[in-house]
């Protein structure tokens, strides 16, 4: 069985950086396709970011140019690093295999 436990949220004022992880588990990661997603209080969830087993990587347009998707395949370890975060940031953030499996989320809270 999947598992995915998320970590690297936090507070964190208005410019500044977080890495996200996601570590999975039970499952030979390497072929699947990855996602983060968010949602903040109040909103729907939102995808952000895909990265394919081959290493392509998608964005939303919010975070172009501000956050990178990557993937570690030998340690099946997702990450999501954020820079220049800003307060609309701010929601609970979630990793995704191939939208059936999901973690249990780690909380942005972007604010001075």
């Known amino acids: 069985q999947v598992q995915l436990v998320e970590s690297g949220g936090g507070l964190v004022h208005p410019g500044g950086s977080l890495r996200l992880s996601c570590a999975a588990s039970?499952?030979?990661?390497?072929?699947?396709?990855m996602r983060w997603y968010r949602q903040a209080p109040g909103k729907q969830r939102e995808w952000v970011a895909t990265i394919t087993s081959g290493g392509s990587t998608r964005y939303t347009d919010s975070v172009k140019g501000r956050f990178t998707i990557s993937r570690d395949n030998a340690k099946k370890m997702l990450y999501l690093q954020m820079n220049s975060l800003k307060p609309e940031d701010t929601a609970v953030y979630y990793c995704?295999?191939?939208?059936?499996?999901w973690g249990q989320g780690t909380q942005v809270t972007v604010s001075s």
């Open positions: 039970g499952s030979i990661f390497s072929i699947y396709v």
């Open positions: 995704s295999q191939e939208n059936d499996y």
